[in-house]
C-alpha cells in the first residue's frame, strides 16, 4: 500500500463520517483519493450518533429533493454494497395539537404533489400510535414510505466501496495545516505531510476550521447539539411496529429502537466543534414533553447521548469549490439529514468535485449546483 505521508495524491478529503465515505467512494474509480480521519473509528462523531431515519418529507426543500434523490439508491443499493437492506420500513407521524393545525396543513399541502404525505385526524392518528395520550393530537401528516436506516451498513458500505477502488483510509490522521505548494496543498497531518492537488472538506462540525486552515472565509457553519436517550417501553408491550412521532414544530420525537424507545427533545443547542455530551437539563425537558405528549412514564434512561448537527443559514448543505481558495471544494452542512441525504448528495459532491454536471437523475428532482454551492452563502457567512 502507498504510504499517507510523504505521497502526492489527486484529492486529499477530510472526514470519515457519511459525508467524506459518501463522496470518496464516489470519486476513487476517478482518482487517487486518501481519505484523512483524526479518529480511529471513522464513525465516532456525528454518523454514530443519529435517529437513523429516512424521510422525504423531513427538512427544508433541498434536504427533501437530495433525500427523493437518494431513495432509488437506498431501495436498491448495488450488489454487494451490504449484506441486508438498508431501510426497513418504519412510517412517521408528523403530529401536531389543535393549536398546531396550521403547520400540520402547510406540510400536507407542501408534500403532497410527491405523493409521500397524508393529513389524518386526531382518531387516526391515535389508532395507528396508541400511545399517543388521548386528546393530545389534533391530527398528524403520515408518511407511509419513511424508513429506519442501518446506518452501521451504509456508511461501512461506502467505506468498503471506495476500499475496492483503490482508494485508502487513514484513520489517526488529524488535519493540522494546510499550505499551497505549486498547483496543490501541502497537507500536515499528526502522522506527517502529504501533497493533494485537490483538498474536499467533509469535516463535520469542523469544516469551518478547516476552511480557515486553507486560508478560506469559512460558510457560516453553526454546530448544534442535540439529544437522544433510550427508554424502556410501557411494559408487556412490542413498540416495533410503531410509526415514529415527530413534533411538526420539531419540539420532541419518538422512534421504536430494537424493543424500546428512541426519544428526543429535539434540541438545537448551538456548540463549538466538539465530542458532544449530553446535559441533565436537556434530558429533563426531553422527559417532561414526552410524558406530556405520551402515556409514559420515563423510569430509568438506559442510554443517552449528544451530537452536533452542523448548519449553514438556509439550513441546506453545501457543495461546491470554494470562490476564492483554489483547490478546497466544500461538503458541510448536513445538519440533521446527512444520512439520508448522503446517497445523492455523495455523487453530486463527487461529480463537482471533477467538474462534471449533477447527475441527470439527481437533477430531476431539483438538486443543482447553483442551491448547493458556497457562494451563495456569501453575504452571510
Ligand atoms: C441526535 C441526532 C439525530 C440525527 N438523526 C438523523 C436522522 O434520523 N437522519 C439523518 O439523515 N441524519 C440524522 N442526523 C444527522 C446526521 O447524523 C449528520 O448530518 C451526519 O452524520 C453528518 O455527517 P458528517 O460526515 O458530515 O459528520 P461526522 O460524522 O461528524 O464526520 C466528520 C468527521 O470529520 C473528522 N474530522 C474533523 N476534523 C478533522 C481533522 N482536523 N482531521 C481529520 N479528521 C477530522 C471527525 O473526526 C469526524 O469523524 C442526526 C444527528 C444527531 C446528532
Not at 480511529?40 to 427533501?64: C, D, K, M, N, V
Not at 448544534?224 to 436517550?229: I, P, Y
Not at 411538526?248 to 455530551?277: M, N, V, W
Request: aromatic content about 6%; charged content about 20%.
Amino acid at each position: 500500500m502507498t504510504p499517507v505521508a510523504g505521497s502526492g495524491w489527486d484529492i486529499a478529503v477530510v472526514g470519515a463520517g457519511i459525508a467524506g465515505a459518501s463522496v470518496a467512494a464516489e470519486l476513487a474509480p476517478f482518482a487517487r483519493v486518501v481519505l484523512l480521519e483524526r479518529e480511529a473509528q471513522p464513525g465516532y462523531h456525528t454518523t454514530g450518533r443519529s435517529a437513523a431515519l429516512f424521510s422525504e418529507t423531513y427538512g427544508p426543500p433541498a434536504i427533501r429533493a437530495l433525500s427523493r434523490a437518494s431513495a432509488p439508491f437506498f431501495r436498491a443499493p448495488p450488489a454487494g454494497f451490504a449484506a441486508g437492506p438498508l431501510l426497513s420500513p418504519r412510517g412517521v407521524l408528523m403530529v401536531g395539537r389543535a393549536d398546531q393545525a396550521e403547520a400540520l396543513a402547510r406540510l400536507a399541502e407542501e408534500v403532497a404533489p410527491h405523493g409521500n404525505g397524508r393529513l389524518l385526524d386526531a382518531a387516526e392518528t391515535e389508532a395507528m400510535l396508541p400511545l399517543l395520550r388521548p386528546g393530545y393530537v389534533g391530527g398528524a401528516v403520515f408518511e407511509d414510505g419513511a424508513s429506519d436506516i442501518d446506518v452501521h451498513a451504509l456508511h461501512q458500505g461506502f467505506l468498503r466501496r471506495f476500499r475496492d477502488c483503490g482508494g485508502t483510509i487513514a484513520t489517526g490522521h488529524e488535519l493540522l495545516g494546510l499550505s499551497r505548494e505549486g498547483a496543490g496543498w501541502r497537507v500536515s497531518t499528526s502522522r506527517g505531510d502529504l501533497r493533494a492537488a485537490i483538498l474536499v472538506n467533509a469535516a463535520g462540525a469542523w469544516a469551518d476550521e478547516i476552511g480557515r486552515m486553507a486560508g478560506a472565509r469559512g460558510v457560516g457553519l453553526v454546530p448544534k447539539r442535540r439529544t437522544a436517550m433510550i427508554v424502556a417501553a410501557p411494559a408487556g408491550v412490542d413498540p416495533g411496529p410503531w410509526p415514529m412521532a415527530v413534533d411538526i414544530d420539531e419540539e420532541f420525537y419518538l422512534k421504536p429502537d430494537a424493543g424500546r424507545l428512541l426519544i428526543s427533545p429535539a434540541d438545537e443547542t448551538p456548540s463549538p466543534p466538539c465530542d458532544a455530551q449530553p446535559e441533565e437539563i436537556d434530558i429533563a425537558i426531553c422527559i417532561d414533553r414526552i410524558e406530556r405528549a405520551f402515556a409514559l412514564s420515563v423510569g430509568r434512561v438506559e442510554n443517552k447521548w449528544a451530537g452536533l448537527r452542523s448548519f449553514v443559514a438556509d439550513k441546506s448543505p453545501v457543495a461546491g469549490y470554494d470562490a476564492d481558495v483554489e483547490g478546497l471544494f466544500w461538503l458541510a452542512g448536513q445538519g440533521g439529514y446527512g444520512i439520508q441525504t448522503s446517497p445523492a448528495l455523495g455523487r453530486c459532491a463527487a461529480s463537482l468535485v471533477l467538474r462534471k454536471p449533477i447527475p441527470g437523475e439527481i437533477a430531476a428532482q431539483g438538486v443543482t449546483s447553483a442551491a448547493l454551492s458556497p457562494a451563495r452563502l456569501g453575504a452571510t457567512a
